[in-house]
C-alpha cells in the first residue's frame, strides 16, 4: 500500500469518526431536550400537587373604601358631547381603581350633586361597581369635604380610605403594600405618604406639583430611607389623593378636625379638602426626587404641562438607545 493509499485509509477513518461523533452530539443533544421537557411536566405535577394543599386557606382581602370627588357643569351633566372630557376621565379613574385594587374587597363611592355629574354616561360595568352619594345642599366647590365625611362614617368597616378626584389615575396594585411599608418603617404615627403627581405630555413625565411651584423646596433634615427608597417633606404636598389607614383614621378623628369644611385658602377649596386639611394631623411625605416614581399617580390631563417651562428638572424621558 502507498501513501497516497494510506492517506486515503485514513481520511475514510477521519470521516467515519467524525460522522460517528456528530451522531453521538446529536443523540446527546436529543436526549438533554428530552430530559428538560421531563423535568419541566414533573415540575408541574409537583406544583400542582402543593397548590392543591392551599387551596383551602383563604386569603385575607384588604378591605378599602374609596370616595370620588365629581362636579361638573350643568351643561357636561346633559350633553355627552359637552361632557365628553370629564367622562372619560372619570372612566379612567374607575378603570384605575378597579384594577389597582382588584385583590381587594373594594366599595366606591363617588360624591356629588343632582344635575352636576356625568354617571349616567359611564359604562355599564363601572355603574355596578359604584354608588352615587348626591349633595343636596352647599357650594359645589366644597364638594371635598362631604368626601371626607363619607370615609369617616365607615371607619369602623374598612382597613383602607381612599380620598381621589375625578381626574387622578392609580395604576399600582401594590400601593397598600408600599403604605403600609411606610407606615410600619418612619418612625411616628403621624407621618402619612402621598403619590407625586404626573402628567404625560408628548412622552414626557412632569411631575407638575413640583413644576407648579416655582419656590418648591424640600426639608433635608426630616428625609426618610426606608429600605433604599427616600421620602421627604415637600412645600407643595397636593397629591389629588390620599390613601389612611384605619388607625390614622381614628388618629385624624381625635385631633378633633378643626379644618374641615372650609376653604383654608391652599391652592383653593379642591386642595385644601384633598391636601391641606390634613397638615392640622399629620406630617405629609411624598417621594424624594431621587426616586420620583417609587409612589405616583397621573394627573389625566395636560394643562400643567402645556402652561408651565419644559426646563423643570422634575421630568422623565425614556432614553433612546
Known amino acids: 500500500m502507498n501513501t497516497i493509499d494510506l492517506i486515503r485509509v485514513k481520511s475514510k477513518i477521519t470521516l467515519h469518526g467524525l460522522v460517528y461523533l456528530g451522531v453521538l452530539v446529536s443523540l446527546f443533544q436529543t436526549s438533554v431536550k428530552w430530559m428538560r421537557q421531563k423535568l419541566f411536566y414533573v415540575r408541574r405535577e409537583i406544583i400542582h400537587k402543593l397548590a392543591g394543599h392551599s387551596e383551602d386557606q383563604e386569603i385575607k382581602k384588604p378591605k378599602v373604601s374609596v370616595a370620588i370627588v365629581h362636579i361638573t357643569s350643568t351643561e357636561e351633566a346633559t350633553d355627552p358631547e359637552q361632557g365628553k372630557i370629564k367622562i372619560e376621565r372619570l372612566h379612567q379613574t374607575i378603570d384605575g381603581l378597579l384594577g389597582s385594587f382588584a385583590h381587594c374587597q373594594l366599595r366606591i363611592t363617588i360624591i356629588t350633586m343632582a344635575n352636576r355629574n356625568i354617571v349616567t354616561f359611564l359604562p355599564q360595568y363601572q355603574q355596578r361597581f359604584i354608588e352615587i352619594r348626591e349633595i343636596t345642599d352647599g ?183
Open 139 to 321: 357650594d359645589p366647590m366644597l364638594i371635598g369635604f362631604p368626601a371626607q365625611e363619607e370615609l369617616f362614617s365607615q371607619i369602623d368597616d374598612f382597613d383602607w380610605f381612599l380620598f381621589i378626584e375625578d381626574d387622578i389615575v392609580l395604576r399600582d396594585s401594590f400601593l397598600l403594600e408600599k403604605l403600609e411599608q411606610f407606615n410600619q418603617n418612619c418612625g411616628c404615627n403621624n407621618a402619612i405618604l402621598l403619590p407625586n403627581r404626573y402628567e404625560l405630555y408628548e412622552g414626557v413625565k412632569n411631575y407638575i406639583d413640583f413644576t407648579i411651584d416655582e419656590t418648591l423646596a424640600w426639608n433635608k433634615v426630616s428625609v426618610l430611607n426606608i429600605h433604599g427608597v427616600k421620602f421627604a417633606e415637600w412645600t407643595n404636598p397636593h397629591s389629588g389623593l390620599y390613601c389612611l389607614s384605619q388607625a390614622q383614621m381614628q388618629l385624624w378623628q381625635q385631633s378633633g378636625r378643626q379644618w374641615g369644611n372650609r376653604d383654608l385658602g391652599f391652592g383653593g377649596p379642591r386642595e385644601s379638602a384633598a391636601t391641606f386639611c390634613l397638615l392640622e394631623c399629620f406630617s405629609v411625605y411624598k417621594p424624594h426626587f431621587s426616586n420620583l416614581n417609587f409612589l405616583e399617580v397621573e394627573h389625566y390631563d395636560s394643562k400643567y404641562s402645556m402652561l408651565y417651562s419644559n426646563s423643570s428638572l422634575y421630568r422623565l424621558v425614556p432614553k433612546k438607545i
